[in-house]
C-alpha cells in the first residue's frame, strides 16, 4: 500500500482495509500513521541487520568485506526496496539520515577484524568510523545513482589501499540488470 499510495496518500483506515484487520485494533497497536510508519522501518531495519549480521558472520573475520557488499547488493536489487525510494524519496532520505550514526557503528563492529586486517598489512592504523561512514555513504549513493558498470566504488577500496586485490561482487553487476 505504502508503495502504492504513498505516505500522504494513505490513512490507517486504509490499511486497517488492506490488511484485513479492525480499525480498533490497529489504533489498538498504532495511534497514528507516524507511528505506523516508525514501526514498519523499525521491523525493516532490525530485518536488514539480523540478515547482514548472518551473512557476514559466516565468513571468516577477515573476509568480511565482500559478502558485506554482497548482502546490500542482494538488498537493493529488491524491487520492494527501490519502489520505496522512488515512491517516498522524503522519507526514505530522513530514514538514510536518522539511522546513519548507528549504522556506522554497527558496520564498525562487523567489519573490525577486516579494517584491522588491512592495518595489519598497511602497517598503521586507519580510522575505523571513517571507513564505515565512507563505505555507507558509497552504498547510498549508488541506491540512489546506480553505476553504469554495476560496481560500487567502494569495491575498490581495498585496492586502492594497497591490502588486497579488488572486489567484484556478483552481488553489484545483479543490481545493475535489475535497475536497468
Aim: aromatic share 10%; hydrophobic share 40%; charged share 25%.
Amino acid at each position: 500500500m505504502l508503495l502504492r499510495a504513498g505516505v500522504n496518500g494513505m490513512s490507517l483506515r486504509d490499511v486497517a482495509t488492506e490488511a484485513e484487520v479492525a480499525r480498533g485494533t490497529l489504533y489498538r497497536y498504532f495511534s497514528s500513521k507516524e507511528q505506523l510508519l516508525h514501526g514498519y522501518t523499525e521491523f525493516m531495519r532490525a530485518r536488514l541487520e539480523s540478515g547482514l549480521t548472518a551473512a557476514v558472520e559466516a565468513h571468516a573475520p577477515t573476509e568480511r568485506f565482500k559478502p558485506f557488499l554482497d548482502f546490500f547488493g542482494h538488498f537493493f536489487a529488491r524491487k520492494q526496496a527501490r519502489q520505496f525510494l522512488e515512491a517516498e524519496p522524503a522519507f526514505a532520505l530522513e530514514y538514510f539520515r536518522r539511522n546513519h550514526e548507528s549504522a556506522i557503528t554497527r558496520t564498525c563492529e562487523l567489519l573490525k577484524p577486516v579494517f584491522e586486517d588491512w592495518q595489519a598489512s598497511l602497517g598503521r592504523p586507519l580510522d575505523h568510523r571513517f571507513l564505515a561512514d565512507l563505505v555507507l555513504r558509497d552504498l547510498i549513493s549508488n541506491i540512489l545513482v546506480p553505476s553504469r558498470d554495476g560496481h560500487t566504488s567502494v569495491e575498490m577500496l581495498p585496492e586502492t589501499l594497497g591490502v588486497g586485490v579488488r572486489v567484484h561482487s556478483g552481488a553489484a553487476r545483479r543490481r545493475a540488470t535489475v535497475s536497468a
